[in-house]
């Protein structure tokens, strides 16, 4: 049985590392690894937990 991704493919998301936190884009998922585009910079392959969602404007809070 497989476990459904949190995090869907181009889901715009907050990386944040031991150093920063970064605005990315979620291209592939491969397992427990996410590959995202980072928004200035180039692709890395980064854990899921590290991700955060961005609330999309428009969203009812």
């Not at 998922?29 to 999309?56: C, F, H, N, W």
Request: hydrophobic letters at 35%; aromatic letters at 4%; charged letters at 25%.
């Amino acid at each position: 049985m497989t476990k459904q991704p949190a995090i869907a493919v181009g889901t715009h998301c907050i990386h944040t590392s031991k150093w920063e936190k970064r605005r990315c884009r979620v291209v592939a998922q491969d397992g427990a690894v996410v590959v995202v585009k980072m928004e200035r910079g180039g692709y890395i392959g980064v854990p899921e937990k590290s991700l955060t969602p961005e609330k999309q404007n428009g969203d009812a809070t």
